[in-house]
């Protein structure tokens, strides 16, 4: 799960983390009333769940809090698109106005689960900043890692590494053991998955600062953690995942054209593989799992439905535990409640598949079954290119 950046700078906050004084503004007056408090010199923030919204126009700088309101009308609504919202880019709802920091140099720490080390890692480096990504693509000897020893902990040695990798002054030194010690607890505490600070800034004040956070939870922590759960902001979400995620359909949604209904997380992938295989995208992943009935599949159908850029289905289920016939009672049920506009391939096999298929050709629906996987997805991505050329 994520959180917006004015939650993770709170829940820093209550760690000892020292983070800019910031009010959280819901209308222009609010930004004005906001950017007053601090002098009228203040930051405006959109919080909307995407990093880089510095460079798409998401953080401006106001040097009066008249300036404050109006960058706040404009922001207010605005869709920010970066490179990670996709085309649709994300509305904004919140503003976060901040207190104007002096920057002397901007850092980048981040703390994460290095799956690889099995172990917690930081990264850090003394790049920080909007550049984060080209530094470490261009320039990985600039982004030091330290890893922690879950027995130990983080020591003072850890901290005078990265210190001295990222030329942090001496006299920081202790602050700067200390922002990892709370970071760590704080990731702990909380069953974090990421903690990103982007950038920690050297203030003018020669203090440390952390001026981003980003934060993400392990979702399958949240039950044991109902106040990170309440953190949750639903209007950042996919209505789809959300929606999904009531019936416990297994769905992420993407950004290509054929829909997929498969059943099982390893078919679901090699069904999207093969579809990029012969030329076109999966506008989703959906495992429908194991033990769906009708009413999980019928609301299966009517996501991948409800998904304009969706141009064809492809449904992929090879019949063990779930059985055909269900899934073909699915489809005809939600055929029923919505009407199919666009071409649906159907691929069967396993277990009452011979009924599942007597389902289907006796609905009237115009479905087309395919003999195995590839013969599906090449049905199914010609019928796209086909309507795309239409
Ligand atoms: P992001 O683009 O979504 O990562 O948003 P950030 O919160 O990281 O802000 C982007 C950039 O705006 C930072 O790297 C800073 O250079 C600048 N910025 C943000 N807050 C302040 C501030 O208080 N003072 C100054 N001088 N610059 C700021
Ligand atoms: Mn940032």
Known sequence: MNIHEYQAKELLAAYGVPVPAGKLALTPKEAYEAAKGFGGKAV????????????????????????????????????????????????????????????????????????ANACLSFIASSEGGTEIEKVSAEHPEKIAREQVSAEVGVKGYTARLLAKKIGLPEENLREFTQILQKLYRCYLENDCTLIEINPLVLTDKEGLSALDAKITFDDNALPRRPEIAALRDELEEDPKEIEAEKYGLNYIALDGSIGCMVNGAGLAMATMDIIKHFGASPANFLDVGGS????????????????????????????????????????????????????????????????????????????????????????CVALVKAGEEA
């Open 44 to 115: 405006v923030k959109a919080q909307a769940h995407c990093g880089g919204r510095g460079k798409a126009g998401g953080v401006k700088l106001a040097r009066t809090a008249e300036e404050a309101k109006e960058l706040a009308k404009k922001m207010i609504g605005m869709k920010l698109i970066t490179p990670q919202t996709g085309a649709d880019g994300k509305t904004v709802r919140k503003l976060y106005v901040t207190e104007m920091i002096g920057i002397k140099k901007e850092y980048y720490l981040s703390l994460l689960t290095d799956s």
């Open 292 to 379: 769906a009935n009708e009413e999980k599949i019928t609301a299966a159908f009517g996501i991948l439905l409800s998904d304009r850029h969706v141009k064809a289905i492809l449904v992929n289920v090879f019949g063990g535990i779930m059985k055909c016939d269900i899934i073909a009672s699915g489809i005809v049920a939600a055929a029923k409640k919505t009407a199919i506009g666009v071409p649906v391939v159907v691929r069967l096999e396993g277990t009452n598949v011979e009924k599942g298929k007597e389902i289907l050709r006796e609905s009237g629906l115009s479905l087309i079954s395919a003999d195995d996987l590839g013969d599906a997805a090449r049905k």
